[in-house]
């Protein structure tokens, strides 16, 4: 899975490209993200560790501008991702 910087002026140490981009068109498209591309992203990061939980977790910072009717799902994913950085250290 490609991860890259981004420099949008929030500190963000990478995203993943394949989230963001759909994320982003999810938001053109419907004016707001999916709750199944969180979901998505969770199984990533929780379940298949296809993703670090530092890079998950920055991936949903950058697509938190882009939630309206997703805050639940992206609350939670958030918390669960806090809670697994914090078992890694």
């Known amino acids: 899975m490609r991860v890259n910087n981004v420099n949008s002026g929030i500190s963000?140490?990478?995203?993943?490209?394949?989230?963001?981009?759909?994320?982003?068109?999810?938001?053109?498209?419907?004016?707001?993200?999916?709750?199944h591309l969180i979901?998505?992203?969770?199984?990533?990061?929780?379940?298949?560790?296809?993703?670090?939980?530092?890079?998950?977790?920055d991936t949903l910072k950058?697509?938190?501008?882009?939630?309206k009717q997703v805050q639940l799902s992206f609350a939670q994913a958030k918390e669960n991702f806090i809670k697994r950085l914090g078992k890694q250290s």
């Not at 979901?39 to 990061?45: G, K, P, R, S």
């Open 12 to 35: 963000f140490q990478a995203v993943n490209q394949k989230y963001l981009e759909r994320g982003l068109k999810e938001a053109r498209i419907d004016g707001s993200i999916t709750s």
């Open 39 to 57: 979901t998505c992203l969770e199984a990533d990061v929780v379940l298949f560790k296809n993703l670090s939980v530092q890079d998950g977790l």
């Open 62 to 67: 950058a697509l938190e501008p882009y939630t």
